[in-house]
């Protein structure tokens, strides 16, 4: 099992690694010549066994933990199943995960759902499978960590500050944060961190999950399955998200930028021990219907 320091980042973005962006040139607004570095795109062949399950869209780094952390997002495989391998094949772009018994997920393939997800996420089998009889943690949480969160994230190189078009999902622990993944689908991301805790064997009960994208009904259902209690993010929220946030006792932060942030699920377990108004704000964007 890992050890948690309080040194931030057990594993951080790689915005310098090479193959992950390409170097290509453009026109301006005004004709003039740019180059910039863009995200490269790669398909994955996930097998579990003998099985191909899918074919992901993702920039490449860590196929062994997102091929683990789809499988085990997906219900295909439990906490219990014995890993014995995990393959990847540079070359091929295939990653094969070999379990000690066969796994019974031929009935999840039988029915997919396209999700929200950014670069098409499909989920397998029932979304709300798990759900039922799920109790997460009620860890109490300081808002003192969410804005100590929020600063460390926001100053972190990443490929999005490289070349944009991506999306980053932090799993943190109190004020530090922890494995920091991003891809071109915020699914991948999540499913990536999921990955590195099954593999490493992470407790979720006082972790919690950051990221850059909306908070929809995927990202709720997957941070819940992943058992982890509380759910932030910069941007905005869909109403089924917040439904079942509410369902299964998850934390619900949204908006959150500079000293505000919105609560829409789980405000019992927060701890408000920071002033904000001693936390630096951002400008608020002016609303389209204020514009007018």
Request: with cysteine; net charge negative; hydrophobic share 40%.
């Amino acid at each position: 099992m890992a050890t948690l320091t309080d040194t931030p980042y057990l594993i951080a973005p790689q915005p310098s690694l090479p193959r992950l962006t390409r170097a290509v040139t453009g026109t301006d607004q005004t004709g003039a010549s740019v180059d910039l570095r863009v995200v490269e795109e790669r398909p994955l062949t996930i097998y579990l066994n003998s099985r191909e399950i899918v074919t992901a869209m993702t920039i490449g780094d860590y196929p062994t933990y997102l091929a683990l952390g789809f499988l085990r997002n997906q219900g295909m495989l439990s906490a219990t199943d014995v890993v014995t391998a995990v393959d990847y094949d540079e070359e091929l772009e295939v990653v094969v995960v070999r379990t000690k018994v066969e796994t019974n997920h031929e009935a999840k393939l039988q029915k997919k759902t396209r999700t929200s997800g950014c670069a098409v996420g499909t989920v397998f089998g029932d979304m709300m499978e798990g759900l039922e009889n799920l109790e997460l943690p009620q860890t109490p949480l300081k808002t003192s960590d969410l804005y100590a969160l929020a600063a460390t994230i926001s100053r972190t190189p990443s490929l999005y500050l490289e070349a944009g078009a991506i999306h980053g999902t932090v799993l943190c622990q109190g004020n530090t944060p922890l494995v920091y993944m991003e891809d071109v689908g915020r699914h991948n991301a999540v499913d990536k961190i999921a990955g590195w805790m099954f593999a490493e064997g992470i407790s979720p009960d006082d972790k919690i999950l950051y990221t850059t994208g909306r908070l929809t009904s995927e990202m709720v259902i997957k941070t819940a399955l992943m058992g982890i209690p509380t759910l932030v993010s910069r941007s905005g929220f869909t109403a089924w998200g917040v439904e079942i946030a509410t369902q299964v006792g998850l934390t619900l932060i949204g908006r959150m930028k500079g000293q505000r942030f919105t609560c829409l699920a789980g405000d019992h377990r927060l701890i408000r021990d920071a002033d904000p108004a001693a936390v630096p704000d951002e400008p608020r964007k002016q609303s389209r219907k204020a514009a007018e």
